[in-house]
């Protein structure tokens, strides 16, 4: 058996090769694929199940930090502290600390010495503390937050606001004084060089240290409004009412769309000054 296939083999390849020698070819047809001018066509594609997970509608968000649940020395969980590898060790510190009745909070300190390599050169924070919420769809909502400077240790100026990104929306300032300003637009940590700097309204508010003080700050795209408060005694008393700043548009424009916040930040000078501030209960809702 096994000489027959050999033989048959043998002869097959003489064929082939006579074929090959008088020049007889094969031609083979090339096949016209269907899909290739419409690759995405609903014969030609079938979509994974594994895409599914990503959503096409905006997810709106909001937040609520008490900080009560966090753990004690600790960075709180949803926050993210700017460091820089320049940064000295602990040059900067957001820590959860057991206050009064078991009420925790954050103790933020700064030693003022680095800053961002950011090329414009402009004044930047050394301390940048920072979480995310979206209102894209709303456009419009409002943020709290208390803060208190201390005595019993060296203390730091320190600004509590909202942003898009980089660039302020609105914040407040307790300063080296204790006076309180407003700052509307401008990126709170440089300087594009176009005169978006943002404007700083002065207020006639000069606070006390070791008082725990409540702002909040609003903002509606709808209106092109932003204001800024001051909790009194219970009453809120109006620091600050006024349209977005230029540099919240699109390509600093007028006819730019305004661009909503979506960062609650925190942050202290680069003063080459350690110092302490203290932040509790944040909260960020829908303005109805």
């Not at 296939?5 to 008088?22: N, P, R």
Request: net charge negative; hydrophobic share 40%.
């Amino acid at each position: 058996m096994k000489k027959i296939m050999i033989l048959m083999l043998l002869i097959f390849s003489v064929i082939l090769s006579a074929c090959q020698e008088q020049g007889v070819t094969v031609e083979e047809t090339p096949e016209d694929y269907m899909c290739k001018d419409q690759p995405l066509s609903e014969s030609c594609y079938s979509p994974s199940d594994d895409l599914d997970f990503i959503s096409t509608d905006p997810v709106e968000y909001v937040i609520s930090e008490l900080f009560d649940t966090e753990r004690v020395n600790q960075s709180p969980r949803n926050w993210l502290l700017y460091r820089n590898e320049e940064y000295a060790i602990d040059g900067v510190k957001a820590i959860i600390t057991d206050g009064v009745d078991g009420n925790r909070f954050v103790r933020m300190f700064s030693d003022g010495l680095k800053k961002p390599p950011h090329p414009q050169s402009a004044p930047t924070p050394t301390f940048i503390f920072t979480t995310k919420f979206n209102l894209d769809i709303d456009r419009k909502g409002w943020m709290e937050g208390s803060l208190m400077i201390p005595s019993d240790v060296p203390s730091n100026p320190v600004t509590l606001g909202v942003s898009t990104g980089a660039v302020n929306t609105i914040s407040v300032t307790i300063g080296s004084d204790m006076k309180v300003s407003v700052q509307v637009g401008g990126p709170f940590y440089y300087y594009s060089g176009t005169g978006d700097g943002g404007d700083v309204f002065s207020t006639a508010h000069t606070l006390s240290q070791d008082i725990w003080y409540r702002f909040r700050l609003e903002w509606d795209a709808s209106t092109n409004n932003v204001k800024a408060y001051l909790y009194v005694s219970g009453n809120l008393v109006q620091l600050h009412s006024g349209a977005f700043h230029i540099s919240n548009r699109v390509n600093a424009l007028m006819s730019g769309m305004i661009l909503v916040p979506n960062v609650v930040r925190v942050t202290m000078p680069r003063n080459y000054m350690n110092g302490w501030a203290y932040l509790d209960n944040v909260v960020v809702e829908r303005k109805v």
